[in-house]
């Protein structure tokens, strides 16, 4: 495995990995070159076991045997100190280990409603530790696939693979480019559309009946605002996750992983 030393954090070799805290420019860089980050060696091997093809490695210089066992094919890898790779990045790379990879096409939505039984859809999600914690939450939990409204952030984001601990490699997306009326589309394909909100009317979730549960797309709004009433208006039955002393609502992600639960709680155990 040829190493290439970087001295200069200005070197355009490592042109992917500048300014890695910068979410515009990453967002103005990263979908338009086909690339996203993967940060951490266990993120990085889960993304080359989904089949994602490696573009570069960037790695601190005491870590490069860390990647001694990969077949790093025609990706070159380079090493520099913590220091240029701090002024690189923007930040301490203290997982010690970066890599850059070519995105994949995205499935249509019907491709991924074919395939799946119960599904999350997301609408203007644009917290990206969230985003990953609802990919980590919904692969754990048996749900099988996510969609995404338009105007979600990037699932490939460097800090949504990292807080999914590389499960959105492993979990089908997809955009559903018409809002909210593409939720038909996710009802046209077998689906019950349960918008959750803490609304007072809403139907406690574990009071859902057996057709409701049993193909369900569980539609979720961003932190804050929560769902917009158009996409409340467009789901099949609103429900909520019933609380107490007085909290009004969950973390966006911690309520997903609830509901992910409840709506899975019978299924067989793997």
């Known amino acids: 495995m040829p190493v290439h030393q ?7 070799r490592i042109a992917d990995y500048r300014a890695l805290t910068d979410v515009e420019l990453r967002t103005r860089w990263e979908p338009p070159h086909g690339l996203f980050i993967a940060e951490g060696e266990l993120v990085l091997r889960r993304a080359l076991r989904a089949g994602y093809p490696a573009r570069s490695y960037l790695v601190d210089a005491k870590r490069v045997d860390q990647l001694a066992d990969l077949d790093t094919g025609d990706a070159p890898v380079y090493a520099a100190t913590q220091d240029v790779l701090q002024r690189a990045t923007g930040f301490h790379v203290h997982r010690g280990v970066l ?3 070519h995105r994949r096409s995205l499935p249509t939505a019907a491709e991924v409603l074919a395939a799946a039984r119960r599904v999350v859809i997301l609408e203007d999600v644009n917290n990206h530790t969230n985003l990953g914690a609802i990919f980590r939450g919904a692969a754990a939990l048996g749900v099988d696939a996510v969609l995404l409204s338009p105007s979600c952030a990037d699932p490939l984001y460097r800090r949504s693979v990292r807080v999914s601990m590389g499960e959105v490699f492993a979990m089908p997306y997809a955009k559903l480019e018409r ?3 593409g939720l038909d589309e996710v009802r046209e394909a077998g689906f019950t559309v349960l918008a959750m909100t803490p609304a007072p009317d809403a139907v406690p979730i574990q009071r859902l009946t057996p057709a409701q ?4 797309a569980l539609l979720l709004g961003a ?3 929560g769902l917009t009433a158009a996409a409340q208006s467009a789901s099949d ?3 909520v996750v019933p609380m107490r002393r007085g909290v009004d609502s969950l973390n966006v992600a911690a309520a997903a992983a609830v509901a992910f639960w409840e709506l899975g709680r019978d299924d067989p155990l793997a």
């Open 6 to 12: 970087i001295t200069d954090p200005d070197d355009d």
């Open 99 to 101: 890599a850059s990879f």
């Open 179 to 181: 809002w909210p009326a």
């Open 213 to 216: 549960r049993g193909r369900a």
């Open 223 to 225: 932190e804050g605002p």
């Open 237 to 239: 039955v609103r429900v």
